[in-house]
């Protein structure tokens, strides 16, 4: 079996035709951990090559010792920005191991935590990308008082800011408090006057689009073969979204729209996303004011009725897919966990043969596909 | 060349019709389609759902079954036409684990083979880059083995807790 | 405690307990931390420099050099093949410099003990704070932060005989 170790230590190694290897990462300014070596001659880059692992925690080797119950704990914190879109996938798998339909009032307080969480991840990844394109560090400090108010409706109905642990198979936890709906209305509408701030200042600014348009421009064809997820994968012209190709919770009763764009930039990935906060913000409120009465869980039967299961969902960075292979006991026998960014590092690796890419574009490149590494880590 | 949209079941007819008794249907759902093929036609197979519309790859893996002697690989693909997930499985031998590599059919499994490969101990043949990709610079495959592997001891890297050290 | 193995006497050495003392008050009000940022506590550490928690009054400016800091912030989980290269911009740090662990999962790996790749921070490196929390409040952190400025203002000896005011 071949096998080659990667030098811990190698920082600039030169190769000929006057080409040299430079190192970048991994301890970054701005996220995570994760090694680009990209090859160039100081101006143009030819090649970009990923190097993850730097947080690999072994989480589906992990999940074999837990019962479902317990396997929320460490699973939710695969990404700690929107631990709900995770769990969705988990809780959808066994869900249907078990063969268990949640209640509707459960479907309907799951869809409002998992858009909230959809709004805090989005600001933040639209932070960071701006901090990567030259707005540092402005618009990220934006986004992190826009998300406090959100944070603290998570904690009033969860009790933790970021890992909630609230959704178990057949429901969740317990029922919303009382005044939680005017307390999230309120949010709602301090952050649709925080977004006419962000449109002014940054996404429609003239010096934002100059530094973002026609940077890394993935076809429409490409992203398919690639296996792009996400607003990557809706920038460029798909029209898949989890939540209505494949509805789940209360996602088939309310009323929505994907958003796509066709210029398949950069500067589109950044408008995608962008967007999709204002249809976040607008699904909350259509389940705030229908959300039925009843109870909120409901008990998994002994036995499974089935063996395996696939269930996808969508996360704010694409969409993530549990492969759960059961033998009967209260414990899984295998978990295949196929996140997002483990999908898009392999397009940001693809891109420099189908285009030029000079070395000053590599972070608004990199940051516009919003890799998360913990994520591709798991 | 337009392709006429299917669902599932329309799916392992045309299967059963192409490739007769060596494919099994396991499961049959609504949007789902669980099957399994002998090793010898995985790649007729694959070539033939990417003929028929299933362009993109989204998960790719393997399972240790020490009990049955083998390690199942699969792959599931979804189409952008018809709006499904084919689902692929088949086994190969635990003793000297190796398959060769569906990355001209769709290419975008080739970090997923590599993850298999140091995660399970599976050797992908023809595979450009066999590099260690989530695991420590200074792993040993003897000393400390496969992870993924049903046989690996979890026990000795437990950390101590409270005041031991 | 961290120190040098060839540490030479320099001027700093010489003066009166008074003058070190307010050099360690000076110090104790610019703590630059190097951002090592490797796990899920990550978004509780930058929600720290926001408004509502804002650290930088205390004089704690986020830098990414590491020839220019004084703490060392370990953010949640480190994996094995991140220890090395952390030990690396470890020693690129210019003396005095302090080590400060946020989370449960460097501390003790947290909620993953089973985990093959995970490690501890003190197995490899001296620490002075640890905050324990999954992830810990900023409020903590905060907490945390204040009492390694009295940490960092006053050293006393191990049998809290003399006190010891240290330079390097």
Redesign the interface.
Known sequence: MHRYLTD??QEIEEVEGGLFKLNIG????I???GRFIVLTDGELVYDIEVDI???????E??LE?KNYIQAV??LE?????DTSNILMGFVRAVEELYGVEPPPRANYIRTIINELNRISSHL?ALGLYAESAGWNPAV??WT??D??PI?DILEMITGA???HSFFIPGGVRADLPNGIKERILDTMDFLERRLEVYEDAWIYNETFRMRTEGVGVLPRDKAIEWGAAGPSLRASGVKYDTRLNEPYSAYPELDFKIVTHTAGDAYARGWVRFEEIKVSIDLVRQAIENIPKGPVKKALPPRPVKQEALARAETARGEINFYIYTEGRDKPYRVKISPASFRNFFVIEQMPKIQEIKLADVPPLIYSFDPWF?DA?R | MRLKRMDPKRLSELLKDRFGERITITSLEERRLFFKVDYEIAHDVARFLKENGFDMAITMGGTDFPKRNVIEIFYGVWSSTHDFVAFMKFDISRENPRFRTFIDIWPAVHNYERETWELLGVDVEGHPRLKLL?????WSFEE?GY?LRKD?D??R???P?GDET | MSGSNDYKAGLLEKMPKTIKKMFNWGRSFSLWPV??????????Y??L????YDLERWGVLPL?S?RQSDVMIFVG?V????M???K??YEQMPEPKWVYVIGACAS??G????????V?VKDYMPVDMFVAG??P?PEAIHYGFLKLREKVLNEVEEDGSKEVVRTT
């Open positions: 811990p230590f991994p301890q970054h300014p996220s995570g951990q692992g730097y947080s690999h925690r072994g989480i080797k992990i010792y704990v460490p914190r695969m990404v700690m920005l933040y990220f400090i992190t008082v998300r406090e944070l800011r970021w890992s913990l880590d | 989530l695991l420590p610079d200074d400390e992870p690996f979890s026990s890297y437990r950390s807790w | 951002h090592l940022v490797t796990g899920c506590c990550s978004p509780e930058m929600q420099f926001g408004p509502r990414a590491s989980n994996a094995r093949k991140m090395i290269r952390a690396r911009v003790s790996k909620p993953f003990p089973e985990s093959y790749s995970l501890r999954c992830p409040k």
